[in-house]
């Protein structure tokens, strides 16, 4: 995602002008534009998170998003989707301490690498944001950490990153090791490509495999759980795709103004029709991975009712001129979509967990023997 939307006003472009020639190494502050003295100078948070932090702690929470935590959570419910998916599938069925356990150090892995993605963005588009009103109070567009700093800081993060993967079974290693190239590529993509939407759904997404290895499923020898894992994560690259759609519409004037391509730049005139189109084969694809694996009308009408039901009430009325309601929706459609289906797919792993699907087949022949 290109940003931070926390202005709730409408970003203005304050230069088109773009160098290209800075070293990613190199530690001078950047340029400020001609008339970034027109808008307020930056001020540390006096409320918040933020604010009880030591201040030179602060430009790195900044850097990372620590106080704006929507993109954490679009990163961790594809984790959570696998791993309650997955559950079931074990012999015997996990515990759920040990799903709660795995949830939470999905939670941490999603807090750890969302902020290294946010320092490689913010990396890559050092030379732009400064020009940009919505971003030019970034730490790295402000000089407030320096390109150097913010390299050492996110090896940090990789290598925390790298340690919590760690936790989980060795498998995992190959699983998600590669997601890295990924996190690496997707700011590159938005100036290639008209859909780095869909390199950013790749990347997000990549969660909604990794619940199966996490708790011992070979994907490679077992074809149901292969398939479910195939089906939930294009279901949710088909989200991700959606979210951040109505997300590119907050900056589609300054995209197009900066030369940054997306794809509401690009569907401008029929987005709508795009939205719908991409919940629908959300919804299928879930409906999908769920038939894989054989699960049952809890999670159905659950998980893919909830989805089908949010995801239609979003794309009827966001309103897409409007910064404010974009990220409304944006960040509450993240709740109502993705806390649907957890609790959809968390209702069915209890139903199997306790045994209610078997007892419930089992009234029906005794009542059947009446």
């Not at 709660?100 to 946010?118: E, I, P």
């Not at 390109?147 to 989980?168: D, E, K, N, S, W």
């Not at 078997?358 to 005794?366: H, I």
Request: with cysteine.
């Amino acid at each position: 995602m290109r940003g931070d939307p926390s202005y709730g006003r409408q970003p203005v472009i304050l230069s088109r002008t773009r160098s290209t020639t800075t070293s990613v190494l190199q530690d001078t502050a950047p340029v400020p534009p001609p008339h970034a003295n027109a808008l307020p100078a930056y001020a540390p948070p006096t409320t918040g998170l933020l604010s009880h932090l030591p201040s030179a702690a602060v430009p790195y929470a900044e850097l990372i998003r620590l106080d704006k935590p929507t993109g954490t959570y679009y990163l961790f419910f594809p984790c959570v989707f696998s791993t309650l998916l997955a559950a079931p599938l074990t012999t015997p069925i996990t515990p759920p301490l040990t799903v709660l356990g795995t949830s939470l150090l999905f939670l941490t892995g999603a807090l750890v690498m969302r902020g290294a993605g946010c320092t490689i963005n913010d990396l890559w588009d050092r030379n732009l944001d400064p020009h940009v009103a919505r971003t030019r109070l970034r730490p790295i567009a402000r000089g407030a950490i320096t390109p150097r700093a913010a390299i050492v800081f996110t090896g940090a993060q990789l290598l925390t990153g790298f340690a919590v993967l760690l936790q989980f079974p060795v498998a995992c290693l190959a699983y998600g090791v590669p997601s890295l190239l990924l996190v690496a590529t997707y700011p590159l993509a938005k100036r290639v490509t008209h859909y780095p939407q869909l390199v950013l759904g790749l990347t997000f997404s990549w969660g909604a495999i990794m619940g199966f290895p996490a708790l011992g499923i070979d994907l490679l020898h077992n074809t149901p759980a292969l398939a479910a894992a195939a089906a939930l994560y294009a279901s949710n690259v088909a989200w991700t795709v959606l979210y951040d759609m109505i997300y590119a519409h907050m900056d589609i004037r300054d995209d197009a103004a900066a030369g940054i391509k997306s794809i509401a730049l690009r569907h401008e005139a029929n987005t709508k029709a795009v939205l719908a189109g991409l919940g629908v084969a959300q919804v299928a694809l879930l409906v999908a991975a769920g038939a894989a694996v054989g699960a049952g009308p809890v999670f159905f009408v659950g998980s893919c009712g909830s989805a089908a039901l949010s995801l239609a009430t979003m794309v009827w009325c966001v309103r897409l001129q409007s910064v404010r309601d974009c990220w409304w929706w944006f960040q509450w459609g993240c709740w109502f979509t993705g806390g649907g289906i957890a609790a959809g797919l968390a209702a069915e792993y209890a139903a199997r967990y306790s045994g209610w699907y078997e007892r419930a087949a089992a009234g029906e022949v005794d009542q059947e023997k009446a």
